[in-house]
């Protein structure tokens, strides 16, 4: 029900434009009719707590709302008519879901409250909220002390595994019973020797009677047999290994082979056992068990053999017999044997020289060789070494008169002797039957496949197109000189010399050109102009004598024009050789360079320098010189350049001066004491 309040009724008249009425205190309570709902009893006013009366005590507009006498009610959740005491709400009025009772001790199971009856021991709930149980589980192993035969050890219970240890494991009133689980197997000993059978088993906690822990025994029906036992001749396998009666039996005897049947055994092939093996005997004197005729008490006859085992043999005979070490039919006296026939390896004579060489005896046919072959005592009066070389002159001694002439000497070619007496041409050192120019046709003699038509560089003639084809046809070309014609057009007629490195980065190195000077005073000369030093014989750390050549720029621009690889080389401080490449795959355009003239010109933006392809140069290339050298005192020869990375770089290739025959000048460093520098191409 709405109701006003004494404000509301203020505002009211208010709003309506009258006059709002004066307040008042009616009850004297100290409230006015402004705050008190009911200005006519003292005991109603903002003040006063809320009692259950049915009166808006508070005049907070709802009556008996949080009464100060109300009543306490507690949750009932699960209906069983107590409460949790957790959960309460105060009123004046019964309130529906609610109990004045507080003692359910689970209010969210019906089952459990104060009158609950607990008639369960296994079960572990306290049904009646008393703090209670009848359940019991000391040992913690889930199974409750009415119901556990030992409370005091969880391992044992109904669910327990029975074990061989005198307890009941299991609860089934049984202590160690069949099936337990560390239960023995036991094994029957009939024969009662300590040792069982498996002819009957036994599974328990301990071994019933005449059964034992063991199935060792061979024969359960013996004492006599046994593991360990002694074996003796009984035909029982006394000691259990698997064998009866063998050798090892405490009374086996000895027995001798009889391999000739005469009854006599060979004392050398005996065993033992229990009873005779077939073909053994107990006699050992038989001394040839392989003939049933010799045999003690036999009569000796002349046959080489001791028929009746005395230990002689052919007594009474006395012919004499001489050895014959090399079985050529003589004999040498140092040895003899009395026989009534000849034996093996003896002879009837005694005259043999050398009874070690089956190829010396008398009447053997006198050889070359130094030797008596037919013990005549004179070798022959060619069977000599006049030059002490150890090589006889009836022999293969070429020459008798020379000790460094025979079949062991090292062959000196082309001085026309025959060191090695081979036969041989002394020109024709590779074998291939021609003879080296100019005695012959051989271009090479150094190489048996080619003769009159080699491109293996070594003449001329025999050019090859680059010191990298020459190592590709002719593999192990060593170092040095070689003949290239780099136009590969078959006319050697314009084939150059140059050098070759066949050892460095895989070989192949064709020099384009070598410029060194030992003293650095004057430096090298000038080689832009076309003139310089010539052609002289390299050789590593060879310092003696200046060399200096320059092959033509036509030259280089053959090698490279289908692409190569460039390096340079320099000495440096130390005195080694240091190699570097200035362009990996470098490609000379020879037409757009011969264009190239003027003077220290710079060729950037120029119609010249349209005619190159600089694309791709490493940073360090200037073209064809660089720009700090680009004066006339130099050689006085003039200098172009591309204007690349400000061309001051000291790793510039060469330089020419507009000429198509001119030689590249090389751009390198100097050392303190000597200058040397090069091109080689690949």
């Known amino acids: 029900m709405f109701k006003y309040t004494p404000l509301m009724l203020l505002a009211l008249f208010a709003c309506r434009g009258g006059d709002a009425p004066e307040a008042e205190d009616a009850d004297d309570d100290g409230f006015t009719t402004l705050d008190d709902c009911n200005d006519t009893d003292a005991n109603v006013n903002p003040g006063v707590a809320e009692s259950c ?25 699960d209906g069983d008519g107590f409460g949790n005491p957790a959960q309460t709400i105060a009123s004046c009025d019964d309130v529906a879901g609610y109990v004045s009772d507080s003692t359910d001790c689970n209010d969210g199971d019906a089952d459990f409250h104060p009158d609950a009856v607990e008639a369960d021991c296994a079960d572990p709930n306290d049904y009646n ?13 889930g199974f409750p002390a009415c119901q556990d035969c030992n409370d005091d050890l969880a391992a044992i219970n109904p669910a327990g595994v029975e074990s061989c240890d005198s307890v009941d494991n299991d609860c089934d009133g049984a202590v160690d019973e069949a099936g337990a689980a560390n239960s023995s197997t036991w094994f029957v000993d009939a024969d009662s020797d300590g040792f069982g059978s498996v002819a009957e088993t036994s599974v328990a906690c301990e071994a019933p009677t005449g059964f034992v822990g063991n199935a060792d025994d061979c024969n359960d029906a013996s004492a006599a047999a046994a593991p360990g036992g002694s074996e003796v001749c009984d035909d029982l396998d006394n000691d259990c290994d698997g064998q009866i009666d063998e050798p090892d039996a405490g009374d086996a005897a000895t027995w001798y082979a009889d391999g000739d049947g005469d009854t ?35 009569t000796e006859t002349c046959d080489a053999i001791d028929n009746n085992c005395t230990g002689g043999i052919d007594e ?20 003899t044997v ?7 390896g003896f002879s009837a004579t005694s005259d043999d020289c050398d009874d070690l060489d089956n190829d010396i005896h008398p009447g053997a046919t006198e050889l070359c060789n130094g030797l008596d072959d037919d013990c005549s005592v004179d070798p022959g009066s060619t069977e000599t070494d006049g030059d002490s070389d150890g090589w006889l002159a009836c022999g293969d001694d070429c ?28 020109y024709d050192q590779d074998g291939d039957g021609a003879d080296r120019a100019p005695e012959g046709i051989d271009q090479n003699d150094l190489d048996a496949s080619c003769t009159d038509d080699c491109s293996d560089g070594s003449t001329q003639d025999g050019a090859g197109v680059t010191c990298a084809t020459i190592l590709a046809e002719f593999p192990g070309s060593p170092d040095g000189q070689y003949w290239v014609d780099p136009d590969g057009d078959g006319d050697t007629s314009d084939a150059v010399e140059t050098e070759c490195d066949m050892s460095y980065d895989g070989g192949g190195w064709t020099y384009v050109a070598e410029v060194y000077d030992d003293t650095y005073s004057p430096p090298p000369p000038p080689i832009g102009n076309g003139t310089g030093g010539t052609w002289s014989e ?45 362009y990996p795959n470098f490609a000379y355009d020879s037409v757009a360079n011969t264009t190239v003239t003027g003077s220290c010109n710079n060729l950037t933006g120029s119609a010249c320098d349209s005619s190159y392809d600089w694309t791709g140069y490493p940073p360090n290339f200037d ?4 720009s700090t050298n680009c004066n006339t005192s130099y050689g006085n020869a003039t200098w172009n350049y591309h204007n690349w990375a400000s061309c001051a770089s000291d790793s510039g290739l060469f330089r020419f001066n507009g000429s198509s025959t001119a030689r590249p000048q090389l751009l390198g460093s100097y050392t303190s004491a000597e200058f040397y520098q090069g091109l080689m191409v690949r």
């Open 316 to 335: 009474g005979f006395n012919t004499t017999w001489y050895v014959d070490y090399d079985a050529d039919g003589y004999g040498k006296n140092n040895i």
């Open 623 to 626: 073209g064809w010189g660089r």
């Open 338 to 344: 009395d026989a009534c026939t000849k034996p093996n």
């Open 53 to 77: 009366n049915g009166i808006d005590d508070d005049c907070d507009g709802t009556i008996d709302d949080s009464a100060t006498d109300g009543t306490t009610f507690f949750l009932d959740s």
């Open 538 to 582: 390299w050789a590593e750390h060879d310092w003696s004598s200046d060399r200096s050549y320059y092959q033509s720029l036509d030259f280089f621009s053959l090698l490279t024009a289908s692409g190569a690889e460039v390096r340079r080389f320099n000495t440096n401080a130390s005195g080694a050789i240091t190699r570097d490449m200035v």
């Open 129 to 141: 909220c008393d703090g209670s149980v009848g359940f019991a589980d000391a040992d913690g192993d």
């Open 264 to 298: 006599y055994g060979n004392s050398d092939v005996s065993l033992v056992a229990c009873d005779a093996p077939t073909g053994f005997v107990s006699d050992n004197t038989d001394c040839n068990d392989l003939d049933d005729a010799v045999l003690p008490g036999a």
């Open 399 to 426: 020459d008798d008169t020379d000790g460094a002439i025979n079949p062991d000497a090292d062959e000196i070619w082309y001085d026309g002797d025959d060191q090695d007496c081979d036969g041989g041409s002394d």
